[in-house]
């Protein structure tokens, strides 16, 4: 828990309408799959948790392609999260600014943030809910979810594996 700090802040992304469709696809289907009504900023912090298990040399190919994804844009979408998001972003960051011959990269925040929706909006069910999981360890009181709804997910419902 943040003590006598800010426990939450706003992230920003900017997103094409493709890209504003990918995070609500996102944003729906782990919703779905945990039957809460979830911050849009929980579905940020879960899809940049399961980043940070991907293969960084992924995450680099994925930066390096984002430009022709039609993903990234002009729009200005503001998402409030558990300011611990930073840190799980700037580990991510870390990783990929250690990989030698990288591109240089402005706004690499940003656009981390993109590639983990991306891959977050295919990855599979059961590391979809393990980063679920990990949120609600890692973020703990500072989550914007009914404390008595954090623990009734079920795994997964018949015809659920390929949301």
Known sequence: MIRGGR??????????????????????????LVSEMLPFGTTLYCALLYLDRVEVTFVVDDLQTLPRSGLSGDRDCFVGAPASLADVLTRIADRVEAVPARPKLAALGTRI???????????????????YDQLLS???????IAKGGRGQ???FKPGQEDR
Request: aromatic residues 6%; glycine residues 6%; hydrophobic residues 45%.
């Open 7 to 32: 426990s939450s802040r706003t992230f920003r992304l900017r997103l094409s309408p493709a890209g504003v469709e990918m995070f609500l696809d996102c944003h729906h289907r782990l919703g779905c």
């Open 113 to 131: 943030c993109v590639v983990a929706l991306k891959r977050f909006r295919l990855a599979p069910v059961n590391l979809v809910l393990e980063a």
């Open 138 to 144: 890692d973020a703990g009181d500072n989550l914007k």
């Open 153 to 155: 997910r079920d795994i």
